[in-house]
Each structure stands twice: as C-alpha cells, then as structure tokens.
C-alpha cells in the first residue's frame, strides 16, 4: 500500500505535464490547418525554392 502513495502523485504530475503541453500546443496554433499540410507534402507543383 505504501507504493501508491508514489505512484498516485507521480501519476498526477505526468497527466498534468501532458495536459500543459497539449495546452501550450493548441495555443501555439499547431493544429490549425493540419489538411493544407499534408497536401503542401504531396503536391509535386508547391516548392518554396524555385528551380534556377
């Protein structure tokens, strides 16, 4: 019974670490348009540098 007054609180604070960064990435706008990125990646025409 000891162990669980570890594992409880060490639980705690890692669901909580995962909650902030889930937070902190949602306001950080990185799920904002996840479909124009996945096209960007297979569409052959899109390049950033064009070809001298």
Avoid: C
């Amino acid at each position: 019974m000891t162990v669980l007054s570890y594992l409880i609180p060490i639980s705690l604070l890692l669901g909580g670490a995962g909650l902030a960064a889930f937070v902190y990435t949602v306001r950080s706008s990185q799920y904002d348009d996840p479909e124009g990125d996945a096209r960007r990646i297979l569409n052959e025409d899109w390049d950033d540098h064009p070809k001298p």
